[in-house]
């Protein structure tokens, strides 16, 4: 599969191949509606997990047209999600 960055995805200082990581190994994995008035109004795939170094992120892709990944976005994981994270979905 393939997956590509939005130039987005490293906004919050989360390199490209530390997200890239989380979404090739996330312990979770949901589907999430677009927040109201975003520019890419699909619904975002989310996953959840540490990268290689441990440290828990959240990162945001839409599917593309190629069957691909564009990866949007990608930061340390907030609390809402590391309920999630703990409960296991």
Same mark, same amino acid.
């Given at each position: 599969?393939?997956?590509?960055?939005?130039?987005?995805?490293? @906004?919050? $200082?989360?390199?490209?191949?530390?997200? @890239?990581?989380?979404?090739?190994?996330?312990?979770?994995?949901? @589907?999430?509606?677009?927040?109201? &008035?975003?520019?890419? &109004?699909?619904?975002?795939?989310?996953?959840?997990?540490?990268?290689?170094? &441990?440290?828990?992120?959240?990162?945001?892709?839409?599917?593309?047209?190629?069957?691909?990944?564009?990866?949007?976005?990608?930061?340390?994981?907030?609390? $809402?999600?590391?309920?999630?994270?703990? +409960? +296991?979905?």
């Amino acid at each position: 599969m393939e997956i590509k960055h939005a130039r987005s995805s490293t @906004r919050h $200082r989360i390199s490209r191949p530390r997200s @890239r990581y989380v979404v090739e190994t996330a312990s979770v994995i949901f @589907r999430e509606n677009a927040p109201r &008035g975003s520019s890419l &109004g699909d619904s975002r795939l989310v996953f959840l997990g540490p990268d290689e170094q &441990g440290e828990l992120l959240e990162v945001m892709a839409i599917e593309t047209d190629t069957r691909g990944l564009l990866i949007i976005h990608a930061q340390h994981i907030r609390n $809402r999600y590391i309920e999630l994270l703990e +409960g +296991g979905l």
